[in-house]
């Protein structure tokens, strides 16, 4: 295969690239080694920073936050709830970091308007009584499920390629020059060597390991960072802990529900990551200082993503690493290659400004003179990326009230005909609908049943559809629940740990999931 | 004319029989799949095997514990509802104190005083005491039922007895009144134990006893000369005075002679006294007679059942459930506690069907049951609304096990196992939604409410109005599940706008079943109301026939 | 009014709804013990309806065992805690045949081969191995065993039930299997099962439901439906729609909650009152239940106590988390009722394995009370801790019935056992068994 340029990851920072490469007319290929934001893309707090959290450890990363986060909430607005934020410090806190607080917001140009304790807990009722100063900043929520798909449908839609499940295994050099990128599909088996003019590596945390297969060393450090989901919204807001960034500070509001993060715990690989127990309990702790309510509800399950952090030490604390993000153009490192650049590390709301920088390295690299369009397009909304959104699925079931639209999931209510389009998108991208994919493009499974119900039903409805074959739904079915019990597995007490003896007691008790033969390796089969 | 003595003793020959007739009912009750194929012989053998082994048991000791305790003592009343046993204990005792010291006094009285008459205090007083006793404890039980919380029907049975039991006692009352007014019963009784044979001592005597013992003057009134009322009561001590006291100490017959004086007056010559004691005496006989035809026949069947109760698994063999069941049915009286704590008595509210409630639904089931081969469409819907939660059996003071006796007449009420369809039927007004409850318990506001689900579906799965529709996506819009779903996803306005509100008829099905207790009747209740508040009574505005 | 709670006495108070409790109860009840029972609906509406004894053991490995005796045998030897140990291999078998003669009297009949396993098809195209099961399942056994042509019968709008599902996952092991899709007779949009079974017990709807899978009969010599087949008279339905059809019928476990569970709580809610136990369904334990004299004084109630039990001695068969017997919270697992020590792991970081389905299963699911071998819960120093409270059920620690199979015989079993250790404390010499 041929293109112009090949896109090495599917997260936001890819499918960003990916959007504004064709935009400005430029070919490519994305490869995804998995499906859509697998990696950190899809394992963070879904936060659309005011950049108030980086004034002290990196006032540049914080400006360009703030300004990213304007422009965003102009141009990708269903992608986001503009909810605002606070930060707030209870007893306790550093006082002197408090009290610059103002003044280093002003510096970054971050407005942040002072609010007495009493206003804060008007504003949220959930608070602690023990607030001693609070702040208003303009956070947000993002669904970045939402913003990878659409600019993924964008892009695909002015010709760019999308391989998924194509993890790249090899990369073919000679004279300084990427001559071929060998591609395995894991699900086929098959291998494809791919040309291509320019070869960006947004493989994100795996950036170090595609690199290395090009003979070029960068030095990645995992910082993992675990988050909760709680079983139901707590409050309106964005609410940060005002203090040195730390863990269990930041209460991200995202639909129905909320999320809790995070943590930072260095580990050694990317690959095979698990929130764990005494991650939970410490981000619980921690949130319960600000908001005493988490100490008790329920929560639905914890997720975590690998922050790489680009460094030349091993030295430090991971937080106080820059959240800056760091492109390389290899022609001009040593050891060199002339049409490799590696984009890597920043955050989730500057993934556009990456992309743009990226985008414009490259056509310098492809003497091609387009202007970026993504600092001025509006992002348009696709079907593809509706279904992710909560609470929608449900408004228009209920609606429409068609008694054979039968609901597939009961948590978040996700009937048939959600499924149908669904399944009938993948398939237009040539792609399997698996209940894994299927559970990443909709709300099915992210309720509090965490797939006990909905796991068995979507497999036979697959089944009706003829989308599986075989013995398949029972190790889509194992995959589906496995991932979802990675979620589960830390935070099982009282009701959950309830829920997922059910889980148990149908799958294993009654149906003997786990005397099925273990699956073939990979995420999924064709 | 009978004599008396016949009339009682047909009397008590007709309620001997009818006791024995209520047994061999018991004997063959149908009520519950095990009657099928249960001969007689079969059943009394079993009843009387049980019997032998109660009465061999260390059981026994337990069951006359509790028999004083429960049936004597009315002690489960007296903890919970002592108004309720006061006026139990005030007309049970009060009437019993009357039968034995009064109606049976020529048998009963000897036996424990030697020197009775019932003309002397104190037992005149007693009687009095006794009759007052048993008055207050009826009007007590009158007042008590007007402040009942719940309005529960009642049957013309009922308040025919009350007023039997207070027609016997008045009469009595009045009798007693008349009887110290009558100067015919004076002159009487002169003749018997004076010897009449000087009219003037006649006079002194009926001059002293007119002034004194209340008995009505001579017609003719003359002036009482001094030394005439000194030899009245002379003749009085020596001949009256050893069997009547001064009738004042009976403190409602005396006042009230006073008030029937004047007319007494004008009927001196008449025996109303007669007349009095015949409505009394027939009035007991009578009594006595339909005592087993009719509710008062409590008073054996209710010991005998919590007796048997108490009796445990001996008495619960299969032959003997019917029998059980049989005497269940006797053994209540329709006191109304079990509707009090209904579970599903606010349906009543909605449906106006009676059998809904247990104190209702039992004398249904009696009138139904007896009676082989009655289908009653209202019986059933009445059983089939019922969640068999058991509350009324744990509030039942005849200590009566409802829960057994609707499950055992359910599966003959529905041919071919369907139930009846409750809150669909043609009585059914729904279009009145019913706002009793406060408008929000905050319950739907609350996230932690909906925590505990996990999405079983079994609030849908038992819910009667879904399973009554043919379609419930198109009857009722949405599942009670799917609307705990949309209020935990915070859509609530999506869910008030849906029928499965108005078409609830919180039979709580829902959530006795719930396994994880959350309160989907509850809830359901209170979002109803807000509907309702909200103006958004979809269902009842827009006239939608059901 | 005011609310003094009355009180009631019993010689055993039985706590819990579930298979444990409704089994204990009925062992209670036939010796002639004055009992009260007392739960919430139980787990039981989740029952599958299938009575496992023992297929797999050791967890971990594939081995699943044709005869549930030999497991037995070889459990009791490699695990000496597990209740089975305690218990022993005659007294499970004499509780499984009382409980399964009850059954049968009871008009749900169960078919079971004394000395071996028997196999059903799961809605996932699964083969799962139970011991007993209701006559209406027991026709796949042989069906499956031969290749039988057999015709997969499913309902548009059942909800994780497809004939094509079980076809296809099962295509290697029976070809002969086909799948169809029909309407369910008077039913449109979503089907819940309890629904359809009892729709099908109204009189003609079997037939018309016969009537419509004939015309795709073909050649198949035998018919699987899911589990709807009626609740109250499953018997009736299901000799019905055989007879009608003219093969035989069987039905396949569907998702839980399932009809097969009702089935066997209606029958237990209707049987056991009339056998004398006192039942308070809908009701539970309010507060911790106190001592005197030697009696525990239990109150119940709904949300706050309406009555007293006064009871000699008390089987606790509350179940585990779902059951809410056992409550974890983030540090710790409790007793619920009677704060009872739990054995249980060190941490929480040990409750759980990484996988789901780890074959060894999760450290958690050994948790529960720990018990002498006359079921009384123990401490740590192994001393029981009350001389007449017994346990029974799920709740006991050192077993995992979900990746052992034995649920139902751990229950039934630890019942049997449960009641005679609680006999034997009220020195009851046992009455004449009721007919």
């Known amino acids: 295969m041929e293109t112009q340029v090949l896109i090495i990851g599917g997260g936001v920072t890819g499918t960003g690239l990916a959007r504004d490469l064709t935009l400005r007319g430029v070919a490519c290929l994305l490869v995804e080694k998995q499906d859509i934001n697998a990696g950190a893309s899809g394992g963070n707090h879904g936060l659309l920073h005011s950049g108030a959290r980086y004034i002290a450890s990196d006032p540049a990363a914080a400006a360009e936050c703030h300004r990213e986060n304007l422009l965003l909430k102009q141009l990708a607005p269903h992608c986001i709830e503009d909810t605002g934020g606070l930060f707030v410090a209870v007893a306790g806190d550093d006082e002197n970091y408090v009290a610059d607080f103002p003044a280093k917001c002003a510096v970054c140009g971050i407005p942040a308007r002072p609010l007495t304790p009493t206003e804060a807990r008007q504003m949220e009722p959930a608070l602690s009584k023990d607030i001693i100063a609070a702040y208003a900043v303009d956070d947000a929520a993002i669904d970045p499920f939402k913003l990878s798909l659409d600019n993924l449908a964008q892009a695909r839609q002015n010709g760019c390629q999308l391989m998924r499940f194509s993890q790249v295994t090899g990369i073919a050099t000679r004279s300084g020059r990427i001559q071929t990128v060998q591609v395995r599909n894991h699900l086929t088996g098959r291998a494809t060597d791919i040309r291509a003019d320019v070869v960006v590596n947004a493989a994100g945390a795996w950036a170090g390991q595609v690199a290395a297969l090009a003979g070029i060393p960068i030095h990645i450090r995992y910082s993992k960072g675990s988050l909760l989901v709680t079983h139901h919204r707590i409050g309106g807001r964005v609410i940060n802990r005002l203090r040195k960034a730390t863990d269990g500070d930041i209460l991200v509001p995202g639909g129905t529900v909320s999320i809790l993060g995070t943590t930072s715990e260095r580990c050694t690989s990317p690959d095979d990551i698990h929130p764990k127990v005494h991650e939970v309990d410490h981000i619980i702790d921690e949130g319960a200082a600000m908001i005493p309510a988490l100490a008790t509800i329920r929560y639905i399950r914890a997720y ?138 909709s709300r099915i499974g992210k309720g509090p049943c965490q797939g006990t119900f909905c796991s068995q039903r979507l497999a036979a409805y697959l089944y009706d559809l003829g989308a599986l074959t075989h013995d398949q739904g029972l190790h889509e079915l194992r995959q589906f629940l496995e991932k979802r019990w990675r979620g589960q597995q830390p935070l099982l007490w009282d009701i959950s740990l309830a829920q997922a003896e059910l889980l148990e007691a149908m799958h294993s008790g009654l149906f003997g999931l786990e005397q099925v033969d273990a699956p073939p390796p990979g995420d999924d089969r064709p | 004319m009978p004599s008396p003595n016949t009339i009682a003793s047909i009397a008590l020959a007709i309620c001997l029989a009818g006791v024995l007739w209520r047994i061999c009912r018991w004997l063959r009750s149908p009520i519950g799949l095990e009657s099928e194929g249960l001969s007689f ?78 003309t002397r205090n104190p037992f005149l007083w007693l009687r009095n005491l006794m009759a007052a006793v048993v008055l207050a404890g009826l009007l007590v039980a009158v007042l008590r039922r007007r402040q009942a919380p719940l309005k529960i029907p009642r049957a013309r049975g009922d308040r025919f007895l009350l007023l039997a039991v207070a027609v016997l006692v008045i009469s009595g009352v009045v009798l007693e009144s008349t009887q110290i007014l009558s100067p015919v019963i004076f002159q009487e009784m002169v003749e018997d134990y004076m010897g009449a044979d000087d009219p003037g001592d006649v006079a002194a005597l009926q001059s002293y006893w007119a002034a004194e013992m209340g008995t009505l003057p001579p017609s003719h009134d003359t002036i009482v000369p001094e030394g005439v009322m000194a030899a009245g009561r002379e003749l009085h001590e020596s001949y009256c005075a050893d069997c009547h006291s001064r009738p004042q100490a009976a403190f409602l017959s005396y006042p009230l002679s006073r008030l029937l004086k004047p007319a007494m007056i004008a009927l001196r010559d008449h025996r109303v006294d007669l007349w009095l004691w015949r409505l009394h005496f027939w009035a007991a006989c009578l009594a006595l007679a339909c005592l087993p035809f009719s509710k008062f026949f409590h008073l054996v069947a209710t010991p005998f059942n919590l007796l048997a109760r108490t009796a445990g698994p001996v008495a619960a063999t299969p032959a003997l459930q019917p029998m059980r069941r049989a005497l269940a049915l006797d053994a209540c009286t329709h006191c109304g506690i079990c509707s009090q704590h209904c579970s599903v008595a606010p349906i009543y509210r909605v449906i106006p069907n009676p059998t809904i409630l247990p104190s209702e639904k039992l004398p249904a089931v009696k009138h139904d049951r007896m009676s082989p081969h009655s289908t009653n469409e209202v019986l059933a819907e009445g059983s089939f609304i019922c969640t068999l939660c058991g509350r009324c059996t744990q509030w039942c003071p005849s200590g009566i096990d409802l829960q057994d006796l609707w499950q055992a007449t359910r599966n003959d009420l529905a041919p071919g196992g369907r139930a009846p369809i409750p809150g669909r039927s043609a009585a059914a007004p729904l279009s009145s939604p019913v706002v009793t409850a406060p408008v929000s318990l905050g319950l739907s506001d609350r996230p932690e409410t909906f925590w505990a689900c996990v999405q079983c579906t079994t609030c849908t799965s038992v819910c009667p109005v879904v399973a009554a529709s043919d379609d419930p996506r198109g009857d009722l819009d949405l599942t009670p599940q799917q609307i705990m779903n949309l209020m935990r996803l915070q859509l609530k306005d999506q869910a008030l706008g849906c029928r499965m509100l108005w078409d609830c008829v919180t039979c709580y099905k829902c959530q006795e079943h719930c396994p994880q207790d959350v309160k989907v009747a509850d809830i359901l209740y209170e979002l109803r109301n807000i509907a309702w508040q909200q103006g958004r009574s979809e269902g009842p505005a827009n006239g939608r026939s059901v | 009014m005011s609310p003094a709670q009355p009180e009631i006495r019993c010689d055993l108070l039985i706590i819990g709804t579930g298979m444990a409790g409704m089994a204990a109860a009925l062992f209670a009840a036939r010796r002639g013990i004055d009992t009260v029972q007392v739960g919430m609906t139980g787990e039981i509406n989740f029952a599958s309806g299938l009575l496992d004894l023992l297929s797999v053991h050791p967890t971990g490995s594939h081995q699943t065992w044709s005869n549930p005796w030999e497991a037995i045998a070889q459990l009791i030897i490699d695990q000496p805690h597990h209740p089975y140990a305690h218990i022993g291999a005659e007294t499970i078998r004499a509780g499984m045949e009382e409980l399964i003669t009850f059954l049968n009297e009871a008009d749900l009949p169960y078919r079971y081969q004394p000395q071996r396993n028997t196999q059903v098809i799961t809605p996932l195209g699964t083969v799962k191995t139970t011991y007993a099961l209701p006559e209406s399942m027991a026709a796949v056994e042989k069906a499956l065993q031969a290749a039988t042509p057999c015709l997969l019968v499913d309902f548009p709008g059942l909800k994780g039930f497809s004939a094509g599902q079980i076809r296809a996952t099962l295509q290697k092991r029976w070809p002969a299997l086909k799948a169809v899709r029909l309407p369910f007779p008077g039913l449109s949009g979503e089907l819940q099962t309890e629904r359809m079974a009892r729709r099908l017990e109204t009189p003609g709807v079997a037939n018309l439901l016969a009537a419509s899978i004939r015309s795709h009969l073909e050649d198949a010599r035998v018919v699987g439906l899911p589990a709807v087949l009626g609740i109250a008279r499953t018997r009736q339905v299901f000799e019905n729609l055989q007879d009608a059809l003219g093969v035989p019928v069987f039905e396949i476990p569907t998702m839980l909650p399932a009809v097969t569970g009702v089935r066997l709580r209606e029958c237990f809610e209707r049987h056991l009152p009339r056998m004398g136990v006192r039942a308070r369904y809908q009701q539970k334990i309010v507060s911790s239940p106190r001592l005197s004299d030697g009696e525990f004084i239990a109150p119940l109630g709904g949300e706050s106590a309406e009555v007293q039990v006064r009871a000699r001695a008390v089987i606790l068969a509350s179940g585990r988390f779902f059951g809410q017997g056992l409550h974890a919270d983030r540090h710790t697992i409790r007793e619920t009722i009677f704060n009872l020590p739990v054995y249980q792991p060190a941490t929480r970081t040990h409750w759980h394995r990484k996988t789901l389905f780890s074959h060894k299963g999760h450290p958690i699911h050994k948790a529960g009370l720990v018990v002498d071998r006359l079921l009384r819960p123990c401490d740590e120093q192994g001393r029981y801790i009350y001389p007449n409270l017994f346990a029974a059920g799920s709740i006991l620690a050192h077993q995992d019935w979900i990746r052992q199979k034995c649920g139902s015989g751990l229950a039934i079993a630890s019942a049997y056992a449960a009641v005679h250790a609680g006999q034997s404390f009220l020195n009851l010499t046992p009455m004449n068994k009721v007919e």
């Open chain 1, 304 to 441: 975590c993503g690998v922050r790489p952090l680009i460094s030349s030490s091993d030295e430090g604390d991971d937080r106080s690493v820059s959240r800056g993000y760091a492109l390389i153009d290899h022609a001009t490192e040593d050891p060199g290659l002339e049409n490799f650049i590696t984009i890597s590390g920043g955050k989730l709301t500057t993934f556009r400004l990456m992309a743009e920088k990226t985008a414009d390295r490259v056509c310098r690299r492809l003497s091609h003179c387009s202007p970026c369009r993504t600092h001025c397009d509006p992002l348009p909304q696709t079907v593809d990326a509706r279904w992710t959104e909560p609470g929608l699925a449900p408004s228009l079931w209920v609606q429409n009230n068609d008694s054979r639209d039968i609901l597939l999931c009961e948590c978040e209510m996700v009937p048939q005909s959600v499924v149908d389009q669904i399944v009938q998108s993948i398939r237009n991208q040539n792609g399997h609908p698996s209940l894994n994919a299927i559970g990443l493009r």
């Open chain 2, 41 to 118: 012989g079969r059943r009394l053998g079993a009843a009387l095997q049980a019997c032998r082994k109660v009465l061999c048991s260390r059981r026994i000791f337990r069951m006359a514990a509790a028999s004083l305790w429960e049936t004597l003592l009315l002690g489960h009343l007296l903890q919970r509802h002592p108004w309720r046993w006061a006026a139990h204990m005030a007309v049970c005792y009060g009437f019993l104190a009357l039968v034995v010291f009064h109606a049976l006094d020529d048998w009963s009285a000897p036996l424990f005083f030697a020197d009775y008459v019932p």
